[in-house]
Nanobody, 132 residues
């Protein structure tokens, strides 16, 4: 059964770092555009970062630009989100997502991360809490 599994969340102090993992089983991640989203309590899910399947280009929301790095490890069929200089406002549940049935809807490019509503394949999420 194809699925995405996130891991790596936890409690970290402001200014700290975490690396989230998005591991796929049942399909090859490198064939798909992969996005990371987050959802803070009481807020809508928002796009954080995306990596393109075509050339590995990466894109970030303004709020995380320069602090987060998305990368892909094809050998391990995993996409990572390295998060540095974390702030309390980064707190939330982080999800990775794509769309295997209609891969094109998951495309990302400059100033565009696909809205969460168009993607069908999601992990269960991993909680990140940034607090002193």
């Amino acid at each position: 059964q194809a699925q995405l599994v996130e891991s790596g969340g936890g409690l970290v102090q402001p200014g700290g770092s975490l690396r989230l993992s998005c591991a796929a089983s049942g399909f090859s991640l490198n064939s798909y555009h992969i996005s990371w989203f987050r959802q803070a309590p009481g807020k809508q899910r928002e796009g954080v970062s995306c990596i393109s399947s075509s050339d590995g280009s990466t894109y970030y929301a303004d709020s995380v630009e320069g602090r987060f790095t998305i990368s892909r490890d094809n050998d391990n069929n995993t996409v990572y989100l390295q998060m540095n200089s974390l702030k309390p406002e980064d707190t939330g549940v982080y999800y990775c997502a794509t769309d295997r049935r209609v891969p094109g809807v998951a495309v990302c490019y400059r100033n565009y991360i696909p809205p969460p509503g168009v993607l069908d394949d999601w992990g269960q999420g991993t909680l990140v809490t940034v607090s002193s």
